[in-house]
């Protein structure tokens, strides 16, 4: 997927620039700024009431900020009506007129464009096609499936070839199978027509698979921008470590600080944890390590390293079809997790016989498998 | 076996609670086709009651100013009463709402009577005042059943509207449509079944309405319910069992119509939706 773009085209597209939007003194959006690329899919992701929702409707028109400018190809937003800018919107759970058929649907916006009556026609035929749902013209939104009406939605938000397409939630109404085969189908859509794209949505395996870039939204601020990747794996704060998927974290004292490694010592362990990267802190201030489950292994010997491993006994194993999550308890009732591929899991561990509840195992990582947090 | 008797005790219950409900019409409509001039003594089957109802200028005269006020006023509390509605469930929350909310409904609550003499006060005062309007009449009677319909349409419409997904507004909108387009082409049509049902109902209770009309009328406009309660008084005409035997009919068949037509709009519905989803 387009997972480079911010590298190559450094084009922005749509500038944010310090937004507030204030409710009766509750800040919701709490000075935004944010420079969206052209022909990128960026996800606002966050839990529910975090603001991204109020974002979406502050580029879309529905609401106006307290401060701050919104700037969209060049052209302040500000003072543009909902039904003036050159912005469209696939709303949660679609929003089709129940009372006009497919068709109509799709040709709403663009009987407002002044177009004559074979341009709308033809252009409506264009989206039908592109979205592949030509048979369903005729339909009225109620005798659809929930997919097809999502295609439908998607073809009405981009008939009149906005400069910015909004997704609210965009798989939100499917059930889990057919969202993973829309996220997909969408993605091609909207790379096929080159649209600049944001999203706003709280799962973040949908943002990772959609957007080439992500931005954490919490408490009206946001957190952390960057490629999927980036955040997943070199997240910025616990805050950001903790929302995208699950992750250990061990609480400790910085106890070394050079440029290319730094150690933590934590109540937790018996060993440092040693990290290959340098960090910004002083010695002796408190700093968490965050690290991945499917980054730990876990072996009935002790590893031969130093530092990063713990001794534990398994509580619980949560076997979830390709892996499962091994609860390995430490001496002082931390709970580590652990990830482990099904196809590792069968194989024997160490030489031993399969790994089962209530075995005592060493936990351990390798030096660059998880970051340390100062926030 | 106690089963049984439960059952056909539930059912002599139903039965009975139908004949309270339906037998004064049946008896109504049977002696409608009564020979003899006395309503109660039975003197053989015989039409002619039927043909002297149409010949009754008073009466059919009545009946077409009954229906004419009845259109008037039902139409014009659509209009006032979708507006109030649309002010009431979207101007936001502002001091005084719930006041406002329940000032609308309280012509449903408020006695006939003192709707009655408040509006014929009003009506009094404001030919003194300002000369308008001359005397009562239809245009009286007209403007009275308004008011109170309008409060009945304003409530049905306003649940229809609170319903209503705020998003499918804002998806027109967001397609172009200014806040007069999202109206016309979005809000109207989708609580148009609201609209339909608020005029109906305006216009039976317009049609009904005695107590009202009564304290409003003025000479020359005289509606149905006070001819038929004014001729009841002077002694019982057969004419009105005629009469009421036929908007009986009337009223059967509009709900008969009505029913059709829905049940064959679900079917199609439930058809649609189940080849929908089987392919």
């Given amino acids: ?375 | 076996m106690s089963t049984n008797k439960t059952n056909k005790l539930s059912w002599a219950i139903l039965l009975g609670g139908f004949a309270f409900l339906y037998l004064p019409i049946f008896i109504l409509i049977v002696y409608s086709f009564n020979e003899s001039r006395l309503v109660t003594v039975w003197a053989g089957f015989s039409t002619k009651w039927y043909g002297e109802l149409f010949e009754d200028e008073q009466m059919m005269s009545a009946v077409w100013m009954s229906l004419k006020i009845a259109f008037l006023s039902a139409s014009a509390a659509v209009a006032l009463g979708t507006l109030a509605a649309i002010a009431l469930v979207r101007s936001g929350a502002f001091k005084g709402k719930t006041l406002f909310t329940g000032m609308i409904t309280a012509p449903l609550v408020m006695p006939e009577v003192i709707t009655g003499l408040s509006l014929l006060l009003l009506f009094v005062t404001m030919s003194q005042v300002l000369g308008w309007p001359e005397g009562r009449g239809s245009l009286t009677i007209w403007i009275a059943h308004t008011t109170f319909n309008m409060a009945y349409v304003a409530v049905v419409v306003s649940a229809r509207l609170r319903e209503l997904d705020r998003r499918l507004e804002e998806a027109a909108m967001d397609l172009g449509a200014n806040k007069f387009q999202v109206f016309i082409y979005i809000t109207l049509p989708i609580v148009a079944p609201a609209l339909l049902a608020g005029w109906l109902l305006a216009f039976t209770l317009s049609l009904d309405d005695l107590v009202i009309a009564s304290f409003v009328s003025g000479p020359g406009s005289t509606t149905l319910p006070m001819v038929v309660f004014s001729s009841v008084r002077l002694g019982v005409s057969p004419k009105i069992n005629a009469l009421a035997t036929l908007l009986v009919l009337a009223v059967a068949m509009a709900a008969f119509i009505a029913w059709w037509f829905m049940r064959r709009n679900e079917l199609q519905r439930q058809k649609e939706i189940r080849s929908a989803f089987s392919q």
Wanted: glycine fraction near 6%; include cysteine.
């Fill in chain 1, 1 to 375: 997927m387009a997972s480079s773009f911010a590298d190559d085209k450094k084009n922005v597209h749509l500038s944010i620039s310090q937004v507030v939007k204030d409710f009766d003194g509750f800040k919701a959006v709490n000075d935004v700024s944010l420079d969206i690329y052209q022909g990128e899919i960026f996800a606002l992701l966050g839990a529910s009431g975090c603001g991204k929702s109020t974002l979406l409707r502050m580029l879309a028109g529905f609401e106006k900020p307290t401060s701050g400018d919104i700037i969209l190809d060049g052209q302040s937003m500000l003072d543009v009506p909902p039904y003036e800018r050159p912005v469209n919107m696939m709303f949660q759970s679609y929003a089709l007129f129940p009372h006009m058929t497919v068709e109509q649907n799709i040709a709403f916006g663009l009987k407002h464009d002044n177009l004559s009556r074979p341009a709308i026609a033809n252009k409506v035929e264009e989206v039908l096609n592109l979205v592949r749902m030509t048979e369903y013209a005729k339909r009225k939104p109620h005798q659809l499936s929930g997919g097809q009406q999502q295609r439908v939605a998607l073809a009405r938000s981009l008939a009149k070839e906005p400069k910015l397409l909004l997704l609210d939630e965009p798989m939100g109404a499917l059930d889990k199978k057919l969202r993973t085969q829309m996220q997909l189908e969408i993605v091609d859509i909207l790379e096929a027509v080159e649209v600049t794209c944001v999203m706003v949505t709280h799962d973040q395996e949908e943002a990772m698979t959609m957007a080439s870039r992500v931005g954490i939204m919490d408490q009206g601020v946001i957190r952390q921008v960057g490629e999927p990747v980036d955040v997943y794996e070199h997240p910025n704060s616990r805050m950001t470590a903790e929302f995208i998927g699950s992750v250990n974290i061990f609480e400790g004292t910085l106890s070394k600080d050079e440029s290319d490694h730094a150690e933590l010592i934590c109540d937790d362990l018996t060993v440092a944890i040693h990290a290959s990267h340098g960090v910004v802190g002083s010695l002796g201030m408190p700093m968490a390590y965050a690290v991945r489950p499917e980054k730990i292994q876990i072996k009935r010997r002790a590893p031969d390293q130093p530092c990063n491993w713990a001794k534990g006994t398994i509580k619980d194993i949560a076997y979830l079809g390709s892996h499962s999550i091994y609860h390995v308890e430490l001496a002082n009732e931390k709970i580590v997790l652990v990830s482990m591929a099904n196809s590792d899991r069968w194989s024997e561990v160490d030489d031993g016989p399969r790994l089962s509840w209530e075995d005592e195992v060493y936990v351990y990582w390798a030096d660059d498998s998880g970051v340390m947090l100062n926030s």
